[in-house]
């Protein structure tokens, strides 16, 4: 099964950036990539997801300010989060999702997660 490691997490000012890596055991071109976010106190959300061909979701709250991308080539898959805010703090995990049947099944996995903070 696919593994992912995030990292790139740490503490950062108001208004700065941060770029998450997440590296994949293996080849991640048929897989739907994304990033959610667990803020302290609240539910888990979507960040940003990206589908095998590269069409790109946002959630409201970051659009603008966060981009998702990835490199079939390295099985990586990156957010970098610019203007940051307070709000942004969270754990911030990596997902892989692929349909493994034609019934619509489907398998994924998630990172350890990576913790982000905001403050300053």
């Known amino acids: 099964q696919l593994q992912l490691e995030e990292s790139g997490g740490g503490l950062v000012q108001p208004g700065g950036s941060l770029r998450l890596s997440c590296a994949a055991s293996s080849d991640i071109s048929h897989y739907f990539m994304g990033w959610y976010r667990r803020p302290p106190g609240k539910r888990t959300e979507l960040v940003a997801e990206?589908?095998?061909?590269?069409?790109?979701d946002y959630s409201d709250s970051v659009k603008g300010r966060f981009t998702i991308s990835r490199d079939n080539a390295e099985n990586t898959v990156y957010l970098q989060m610019n203007s940051l805010k307070p709000e942004d703090t969270a754990v911030y995990y990596c997902?892989?999702?692929?349909?493994?049947?034609?019934?619509?099944?489907?398998?994924?996995?998630w990172g350890q997660g990576t913790q982000v903070t905001v403050s300053g």
């Open positions: 997902t892989a999702e692929i349909v493994t049947g034609q019934d619509g099944s489907t398998w994924s996995g």
């Open positions: 990206m589908t095998p061909v590269g069409r790109i």
